[in-house]
């Protein structure tokens, strides 16, 4: 029986985990940065916004020109970025030029992602090797989500929010080493075709909707923006129906399984990973923590993301998704009503834990039943709707609970807050009971 070979996952795994490590981190030290730069609320949610757009975005492109002019290429490529716009996060002197190099950071993590997701693919044909080495990504990728607000917070406390984007700079050198030595190139036979009109229709109804959730101040603001940002989102879908190879096809949601775990991926970025963002704001005004404790108190939130996805696996197969989903969200549902009913410090923690725990059982499950339940056909494009469903909800999750929370933080915007991020979950814990099929199992 020939061995697993750990290398070339370890190295694609190191490639993708800054663009990971870098999401979790910056949450923790953004009052810090608000306070630094002189932006509010809105534009607190914008920093983390204009990451996730431009990734989402840009996921679409990135797919089609790595497969045409290599993958390794644009991985590495993707790399070089990400340093470039890290450097240019760390130089920033106010809130503009911070989003606008944070939209080149999500930008070039798509290629990132990409790449390492599809050189992983191929550099592990037997489908068993591939297995763990795509569960040896998820590890990775699980430890930098999970220690990203502790080291985020630690950086930040003890040299200055800057360095958590200037230290990106030697770990980007050294994947930029690493690769080439330890990964093959690879491009697709069958190059997919670039679709710049539907990247922009759907770039430009994800921003309208953030835009308006952030500063609709008036009926007629939300009204305009919402009627646009549907406008956009319907020209998407008619333009893509009619292109013979499109790059997100809308049938994928003709089913009702698959309208189920669509709804799963978006309620559960609002209902866990959009609270993350706004935690370590709550833990500071509610608590009195510095940034650095934040960063310690909300490891509660993000450990069980590494220690049990496991046992989701063994649960899947012994109650199948419906179950499991159900579980899952209700648990992150219940976990945000604790805090919203103002809790203690011992309850505050709790509740933490438990969106958690839920968002664990959860988000390790969601992509396979994605490819799974989608025709084999499309089971490519099935892994990138993941993706932009996931970091889509998780734009608008971030900007709908900035928008409960208010311009300026209270404990009943706090209370709005996590009552809407519940409500979220309960729509999902819903779906999945109602859509999905109690026989259908990993």
């Known amino acids: 029986m020939k061995s697993f070979r750990r290398t070339p ?117 037997d489908p068993a090797d591939r297995a763990r080495a795509f569960g040896l990504a998820g590890i990775v990728s699980g430890v930098a989500m999970a220690l990203g607000p502790t080291l985020g917070g630690a950086v930040a406390a003890w040299f200055g929010w800057r360095w958590i984007f200037l230290a990106n700079l030697p770990c980007c050198l050294l994947a930029a ?38 500063a609709g101040r008036t009926a007629m603001h939300l009204a305009a923006g919402t009627g646009a940002c549907l406008i956009f989102a319907a020209l998407f879908i008619v333009q893509q129906r009619r292109r013979p190879q499109p790059v997100l096809d809308p049938a994928l949601l003709t089913q009702p399984a698959m309208i189920a ?32 404790q934040a960063g310690v108190a909300l490891l509660a939130a993000t450990l069980p993301m590494v220690v049990l996805p496991p046992l989701a696996g063994r649960l899947a197969t012994a109650w199948g998704w419906r179950a499991l989903f159900t579980c899952g969200l209700s648990l992150i549902a219940a976990g945000d009503i604790v805090l919203a009913l103002n809790p203690t ?39 990138a709707l993941t993706i932009v469903m996931r970091q889509g909800g998780f734009a608008l999750g971030i900007a709908a609970l900035g928008a409960a929370l208010g311009q300026e933080p209270s404990e009943s915007g706090y209370a709005t807050m996590f009552g809407v991020a519940a409500s979220s979950a309960f729509v999902g814990a819903g779906s999945a009971f109602f859509l999905l099929s109690a026989r259908i199992r990993t």
Do not use: H, K
């Open 345 to 383: 410090w011992t309850l505050a923690l709790v509740g933490m834990a438990v969106i958690a725990t839920g968002a664990a059982l959860v988000q390790s499950q969601l992509s396979g039943a994605v490819v799974t339940l989608a025709p084999p056909a499309l089971a490519g494009m099935a892994s």
């Open 177 to 214: 080493w690493i690769v080439p030595r330890l990964v093959a190139e690879e491009r697709a036979a069958d190059a997919r075709p670039l679709d710049p009109l539907g990247i922009a229709l759907l770039t430009l109804a994800l921003g309208l909707a953030i835009e308006t959730l952030l």
């Open 9 to 125: 996952a370890l190295a694609l795994s190191f490639a993708g985990f800054l663009t990971q490590l870098d999401v979790t981190a910056v949450v923790v030290a953004l009052p810090t940065i608000g306070d630094d730069l002189g932006f509010g609320l809105a534009a607190y949610a914008w920093t983390m916004d204009a990451y996730s757009l431009a990734f989402t975005a840009t996921l679409l492109a990135a797919g089609a020109l790595a497969d045409r002019y290599g993958r390794r290429r644009a991985l590495l490529v993707g790399n070089a970025l990400f340093a470039v716009a890290s450097l240019a996060c760390g130089l920033a002197w106010d809130g503009p030029s911070l989003w606008a190099a944070r939209a080149a950071q999500g930008f070039a993590a798509a290629f990132v992602i990409t790449g390492s997701i599809a050189l992983t693919a191929s550099a592990y044909p």
């Open 261 to 292: 775990v669509a709804l799963l991926l978006v309620t559960a970025s609002i209902g866990y990973w959009a609270v993350l963002v706004y935690l370590p704001l709550f833990l500071t005004t509610a608590f009195g923590l510095s940034t650095a």
